[in-house]
């Protein structure tokens, strides 16, 4: 049978993930050896791992090079990319939020400035309340923007909130829940789809048990 | 046949296919009025539009779409109208940057639909499948019907976010969607297990008939099981499957849909499905159901040749032109793919390379 390829996001959630997929029975005893190999692959379990950067796991899986992968809903909601989400696997909650200074008062007859990773994201939550406002688009640091001036508002992951805190900033609005999610490219869920859904009822019947 | 390319075989081997079914063949101009693709934005596959002004001032486009045009000079009544098209259409792709030419080969059956003409198209698709991929395909059916009698009684935006989570096979999403406007915890279960749905019709049509509620949807899964049956007389239900992700604007198609695959290509080559609604839209009473094979992506399938030719051979300023063409001119009778050059080009490749006058030469 075909080997199901996996893309795992780098960092800590990727570990958490494969953790779980482990767990399933889907090991994989090489990707857990200290190295800096980038594809692993155990024939017994079927299975090919491979790390990619954790906003490109969406665009290995929409493009068919991963059959399947993970991926927070963040970057699904932002990209907006062709694939199946098939589970939540209730790894790496967190909320995307709007925050602002503590002292900042809103006016809605102004125009808002909002520093973001998350353009598309930003823009539809404020075109959905008819609200105007100047997309600022950063790539990190973000909760610097308004400290400095530069945005009135940001609209950013907030996991525990320590960061803002320490920065003087507080959560205003919750825009969305994030978690992980488990993708699946649509053609490869197809011809792939006995393996693929075996291993979606295993994760589920260990988040079930 | 070696100097075409896959996409032109295919195409050929298409509308062989097609003709042999007493389907005509249906060319038309590369522009159409811009405001018949404004009228029908969300038909479209991509809403983008290539426009220019023409002579006479009046905003063109260069197609995006042969359903439309085809659509809009189908004649009323009397019968079945069965036509088939080879074309280019110009639209952006989500993931790609920029507009492309795509070529389509597709059909059209339009007028007093029954179940034999449909059946054609659906045996048609599958044929036209297993004639670009070789045996390994896979053709997948759903039915707005029996997704639109679900959501019936809805608001229409919590129906259209309930549609797009469907087609991401996204149960969670479609238990918080649900959640959201209220809905019976019943409408979430049924959802839920349809989107998750996949197989083979004699394993599916089982589970939606326990999930039939009212003459809408008993109607749908009635003409879904009829088709489903009728691949299987004609020996072409191996590789259907059932799977109702596959969900297109219900403001356009109403029956029957359908989506082709090959293993290998990311996206589907074919999409096609029964669109009534356009019909009606556009002012026209009869039925209609057809769908299009996308070619462009069937180069990705194509082995390329590690080769640029069969044979190199290198002459010098001093031999006799005409001895060497005689020599070029026998390799080439002989069937082999010759190349004559006094140096051998850059970059390119040859199975054998024969200097004139030495080896195979005189």
Redesign the interface.
């Known amino acids: 049978m075909e080997l199901l390829n996996v893309a795992l996001p780098k960092g800590r959630l990727g570990e958490k993930v494969y953790g779980l997929l482990k767990a399933a029975g889907y090991p994989c005893p090489a990707i857990e050896e200290e190295n800096r190999k980038l594809i692993f692959e155990n024939p017994e379990a079927g299975v090919r791992y491979f790390w990619v950067k954790p906003s490109d796991v969406a665009i290995y899986v ?3 090079a991963a059959d399947i992968g993970v991926a927070g809903k963040d970057i699904l909601l932002e990209y907006g990319p ?7 696997l209730g790894l790496g909650k967190c909320r995307m939020c709007v925050a602002a200074k503590k002292d900042f008062r809103d006016s809605a007859d102004r125009l808002l400035r909002v520093a973001t990773k998350f353009p598309h994201i930003a823009a539809r939550y404020y075109s959905a309340q008819s609200r105007e406002i100047d997309i600022i688009k950063l790539n990190g640091s973000i909760e610097i923007a308004p400290i400095l001036g530069l945005s009135d508002v940001i609209v950013d992951i907030v996991e525990t909130g320590k960061t803002l805190l320490e920065n003087d900033l507080e959560p205003r609005e919750t825009i969305v829940p994030i978690s992980a999610r488990l993708i699946a ?3 490869s ?3 792939k ?1 006995e393996q693929i ?1 075996a291993l979606c009822e295993r994760l589920e019947a260990r988040k079930n048990p | 046949m070696d100097i075409m390319r896959g996409e032109e075989r295919a195409g050929l081997r298409l509308r062989e296919l097609y003709r042999r079914h007493g389907y005509l063949p249906y060319r038309m101009s590369k522009f159409e009025p811009y405001d018949l693709y404004v009228r029908n934005k969300s038909f479209l596959v991509s809403e983008d539009i290539l426009t220019f002004t023409d002579t006479d001032g009046r905003l063109m486009a260069l197609k995006p779409d042969v359903t439309l045009s085809i659509v809009k000079n189908a004649r009323e009544g009397g019968g079945l109208q069965k036509v088939y098209y080879h074309e280019h259409v110009y639209r952006t792709s ?2 790609a940057v920029g507009y492309r030419e795509i070529l389509q080969t597709g059909l059209e059956c339009m007028g007093d639909l029954d179940l034999f003409a449909e059946g054609e198209v659906l045996y048609l698709a599958s044929e036209s499948l297993e004639a670009i991929g070789g045996g390994d395909y ?1 053709l ?1 059916v759903s039915h707005m019907g029996f997704v639109s009698a679900l959501l019936a009684g809805l608001e229409e935006d919590v129906r259209s976010a309930l549609l797009r989570e469907l087609g ?6 479609i238990r918080s969607v649900c959640a959201q406007a209220g809905a019976a915890k019943e409408l979430a279960d049924g959802l839920c297990r349809l989107a998750l749905l ?2 083979p019709p004699a394993e599916v049509l089982p589970v939606l008939e326990g999930m039939v509620r009212g003459p809408e949807a008993a109607g749908a899964l009635a003409e879904l099981s009829g088709l489903c049956g009728l691949m299987e007389s004609r020996g072409a239900a191996k590789r259907l ?1 059932l ?1 109702f ?1 596959i969900v297109n604007d219900m403001s356009y198609y109403s029956g029957v849909i359908f989506r082709g ?1 090959l ?6 080559v074919l999409a096609g499905g029964r669109y009534d609604n356009l019909m009606r839209r556009m002012g026209k009473t009869g039925g209609a159901v057809g769908f299009a094979v996308y070619l462009d992506q069937l180069e990705r399938l194509e082995k390329k040749d590690s080769f640029d030719g069969d044979i190199l051979l290198l002459y010098n300023k001093e031999d006799d032109p005409a001895a060497v063409a005689r020599e070029a001119e026998k390799l080439i009778r002989q069937g082999r793919v010759v190349r004559a050059e006094r140096q051998a080009p850059a970059g390119l490749r040859y199975r054998d390379v024969i200097r004139f006058g030495e080896g195979g030469g005189r």
Do not use: M, T
């Not at chain 2, 991401?168 to 999403?173: F, L, V």
């Open positions: 929409e493009r068919g062709d694939v199946y989400e098939l589970a939540d490219n649509k053609v869920y197809k011809f789809h859904a | 989500p993931a896979l997948d991401r096979k996204n149960a969670s999403g996949y197989g499957r799977d992700s695959y293993p290998g290509l990311a996206s589907g």
